[in-house]
């Protein structure tokens, strides 16, 4: 059942670049230059034939580590105690805001509701459309039923 497996890699083949060699010499006059203000020019020809030419390059080397000091456990402890000192004094301000806000809010409900109903109770009162019930009294003629004289 468990047949060991066996992993078949190609081999691992290298290629080393090949120095171009230099340029003929032309019987242009040579202008005399100071050793190391220009960088020797440095051309390889690839494996697949493409010419690859530049300056060769010193390897940067990373910035010296400076020694950090010491924080005591003390200072650390005084700063955190600070931010949480002042995160809950935060959290406090917030806190009584929003219930600031939510008085107010509550308040004008319990006027919205009372302007709302006290027009209804208007709308009602002075409505043209009728009585609905109760008794209705016309006065003039009261007066008039209450003058005339039967025989």
């Keep these: 059942m468990n047949e060991p497996t066996t992993h078949r890699t190609a081999p691992l083949v290298v290629h080393q670049p090949t120095p171009i060699s230099p340029a003929a010499v032309h019987s242009a006059p040579v202008v005399p230059v100071q050793p ?70 509550i308040g004008q ?12 109770i208007a709308v009602q009162v002075f409505s043209a459309s009728g009585h609905h019930g109760g008794t209705t009294v016309n006065i003039r003629k009261a007066v008039i039923k209450r003058n005339h004289f039967h025989s």
């Design 109 to 120: 409900l319990i006027i919205l509701a009372a302007v709302i109903f006290g027009g209804w």
């Design 36 to 105: 190391g203000t220009v960088p020797a020019v440095a051309s390889v020809v690839l494996p697949d034939g493409h010419v690859v030419t530049g300056y060769a390059m010193a390897p940067a080397e990373p910035a010296p580590v400076t020694a950090k000091p010491a924080v005591s456990g003390m200072a650390v402890n005084v700063a955190l105690g600070g931010v949480g000192f002042l995160a809950v004094c935060g959290g406090l301000l917030l806190l009584t805001s929003f219930i600031a806000a939510l008085t107010a809010f």
